[in-house]
């Protein structure tokens, strides 16, 4: 059974910075492609990020130039390093197994002053 465990949200100013981690059991990670979604209140779920197990990324457009997907194999382990965050990227951040159906419970990120 997949599961996730998602950390690092909070609270922070526009213009600052987080890092998301995602702890993934019950499947041989590096084997599988990653991804993050997001999903403000009253709105649907959107993909943030993605990379491959040969560690090929793609964002979405919104964020692309600020955010940063990454992996660690050994600590089976995606991250989400989000830079320069606006009001807009408000959200719980979920990480996901892509293609599957297990999520984690998420992580909220709030950008406000």
């Known amino acids: 059974q997949v599961q996730l465990v998602e950390s690092g949200g909070g609270l922070v100013q526009p213009g600052g910075s987080l890092r998301l981690s995602c702890a993934v059991s019950?499947?041989?990670?590096?084997?599988?492609?990653m991804a993050w979604y997001r999903q403000a209140p009253g709105k649907q779920r959107e993909l943030v990020a993605s990379?491959?197990?040969?560690?090929?990324?793609n964002y979405a457009d919104s964020v692309k130039g600020r955010f940063t997907i990454s992996r660690d194999n050994a600590k089976s382990t995606v991250y989400l390093q989000m830079n320069s965050l606006k009001p807009e990227d408000t959200a719980v951040y979920y990480c996901?197994?892509?293609?599957?159906?297990?999520w984690g419970q998420g992580t909220q990120v709030t950008v406000s002053s």
């Open positions: 996901n197994v892509a293609g599957s159906s297990s």
């Open positions: 990379i491959t197990s040969g560690d090929n990324s």
């Open positions: 019950g499947i041989i990670f590096r084997l599988y492609r």
